[in-house]
């Protein structure tokens, strides 16, 4: 009997077409080569008719396996209500289609993550299939293509919230809604931290050796469901004497290619009954600390710069830019999103002696 599965597609958009800020004088090549922008993270994420999202980070953000699993869990939430609002019901098989690296997807975070969604019984099998290198164009990738191309005739972009915005308003258009499908909700969010997914792991002491190389060995398939559900004559691979079989230990498939028909080795065991017990919360308390900037100071130098051709009065004393007197209000995000370095960082306003915060 088949069952509805839910097919889930991520992948990040290349950093290029997000450097701010944007303004048409810093396209002369002459004048601000030398300078460096910040550039921001834009992580898609397409569940097949239900919902399209991106999320939008800052340039400190770490692109790693905590943002690829906070992106998940945001969209499952939002796919959880859409389902409640179309009175249906979840499906209960889960998909991931991600590319093939183990900085951001194949890593022993995420693939906890999605065996904690099998134990936790939010899904009866939950799944991550890995495109091989060089074959990595898919139907997400066609649609950062069309972004980028409306991009290019945007020439005002102050800080994030105009990115947001902006990716919104293309996503807006009915030859786009026309494919993503009239009833599948699309959303914009500026994601602005990061739970700790790594750190709230690693109580647990999970690891994956093996199959994660992109070379003879690498598997692009993985699999994870409950023993129970495995057929009679099935052996799981145990990697320790003192574990007890249980009916809802959950265990691992895996394929050298997701067309295979047979597994690549028996089903290994990598979750057993009762150990996310050793887990203090449900989720995740603590959030991912940013990056520290590589070019901090070429940031301050393009905003010192640029307030300077606007003839606009300040001061700088190490990470803090004093702005005398306001720009006007197009300019307004870019002190923000230049010199949002340290959460320490602020915008100082003599005019009226408040203390403005970069978001």
């Not at 450097?19 to 080569?33: C, G, Q, V």
């Not at 203090?280 to 130098?301: A, D, I, Q």
Request: proline residues 8%; aromatic residues 10%.
């Amino acid at each position: 009997v088949s069952t509805p599965v839910f097919v889930v597609m991520t992948d990040g958009m290349d950093q290029a077409h997000w450097s701010l800020p944007r303004y048409r004088a810093l396209r002369a090549p002459k004048e601000w080569a030398k300078y460096i922008r910040p550039k921001c993270k834009v992580q898609g994420i397409w569940l097949f008719f239900i919902g399209v999202y991106f999320f939008v980070a800052d340039a400190t953000m770490p692109h790693d396996s905590n943002m690829t699993i906070e992106v998940i869990a945001q969209a499952l939430e939002r796919v959880r209500l859409v389902c409640e609002r179309r009175r249906i019901a979840m499906p209960s098989e889960l998909i991931v289609w991600c590319d093939n690296t183990v900085r951001e997807n194949k890593n022993q975070y995420v693939m906890t993550y999605l065996a904690m969604l099998v134990r936790k019984t939010m899904f009866r099998v939950t799944g991550m299939c890995n495109l091989p290198m060089g074959r990595t164009r898919n139907i997400l990738d066609q649609l950062y293509g069309v972004l980028a191309r409306s991009m290019q005739y945007v020439d005002c972009l102050p800080d994030i919230a105009a990115i947001v915005s902006e990716i919104k308003r293309i996503l807006d258009r009915p030859s786009l809604r026309e494919w993503f499908g009239q009833e599948t909700e699309v959303e914009v969010i500026w994601l602005q931290s990061v739970r700790h997914w790594a750190a709230f792991f690693q109580p647990l002491r999970l690891t994956f050796q093996g199959g994660m190389r992109d070379d003879a060995t690498g598997l692009h398939c993985w699999l994870f469901l409950f023993r129970k559900d495995l057929p009679l004559h099935v052996q799981v691979a145990r990697h320790g004497v003192h574990i007890v079989p249980h009916p809802l230990d959950v265990v691992c498939i895996t394929k050298r290619w997701v067309t295979d028909e047979q597994p690549s080795q028996d089903p290994m065991l990598v979750l057993p009954h009762g150990l996310l017990d050793r887990l203090p919360t449900p989720v995740p308390m603590t959030l991912r600390p940013p990056n520290e900037p590589k070019n901090s100071k070429l940031w301050l130098e393009l905003a010192q710069t640029l307030l300077f051709r606007y003839d606009r009065r300040f001061n700088a004393e190490n990470d803090v830019i004093i702005v005398c007197s306001p720009p006007p209000t197009p300019l307004w995000g870019l002190p923000c999103a230049l010199c949002n370095l340290r959460q320490d960082t602020l915008i100082k306003q003599h005019s009226d002696a408040n203390q403005v915060t970069p978001m």
